[in-house]
C-alpha cells in the first residue's frame, strides 16, 4: 500500500512540472518578442533620421 500511495504524488509533481515549464516557455517567448520589437523601433528610427536631414 506504501507504494501505491506515492503514485499520485508523482503525478502531481509531473502536472506541476509540466505547467511550470509551459509557463517558462511562454514567459520566454513573450520577451524574445518584446526585445524583437525593440530593436524594430530602434532601426525604424535610425532609418528615419537618415531620411529626414532636416532633425540631423
Known sequence: MGLFAIFPILIVIIYLGIIFGILYLI?????????LKQ??????????????PKES
Open 27 to 35: 514567459y520566454t517567448w513573450v520577451n524574445k518578442f518584446i526585445v
Open 39 to 52: 530593436e524594430q523601433n530602434d532601426l525604424l528610427r535610425e532609418i528615419i533620421k537618415k531620411m529626414d
